[in-house]
Nanobody, 112 residues
Framework: QVHLVESGGGWEQPGGSLRLSCAASGSDRRFETMGWYRQIPGNEREFIARIFKNNYTIYADSVKGRFIITLDDAKDTLYLQMNSLKVEDTAVYYC??????WGQGIQVTVSS
């Protein structure tokens, strides 16, 4: 059974940085793709970034140039480096694998 566990969230001031991690376990093969999403209460889950097995990456316009998605295959861990944080980045962040496995989510709060 696949498990995805996010960590690294918390509070940061605007302009600051945070790095999220997503540790994957339970898969007997490498995922085709992994991604990050976020959700604000009352809103739909929003796509943030995705990385494919060939290391191709895509980003939502709202985070392009500020966030970086990387994958450490040796550690089975997905990362999201979040720089130049804005108040509107406040949300619960989720990692995803192959569009069907999801972590439990982790809160990120950006405020002064």
């Amino acid at each position: 059974q696949v498990h995805l566990v996010e960590s690294g969230g918390g509070w940061e001031q605007p302009g600051g940085s945070l790095r999220l991690s997503c540790a994957a376990s339970g898969s007997d093969r490498r995922f085709e793709t992994m991604g990050w999403y976020r959700q604000i209460p009352g809103n739909e889950r929003e796509f943030i970034a995705r990385i494919f097995k060939n290391n191709y990456t895509i980003y939502a316009d709202s985070v392009k140039g500020r966030f970086i998605i990387t994958l450490d295959d040796a550690k089975d861990t997905l990362y999201l480096q979040m720089n130049s944080l804005k108040v509107e980045d406040t949300a619960v962040y989720y990692c995803s694998a192959d569009y069907k496995y999801w972590g439990q989510g982790i809160q990120v709060t950006v405020s002064s």
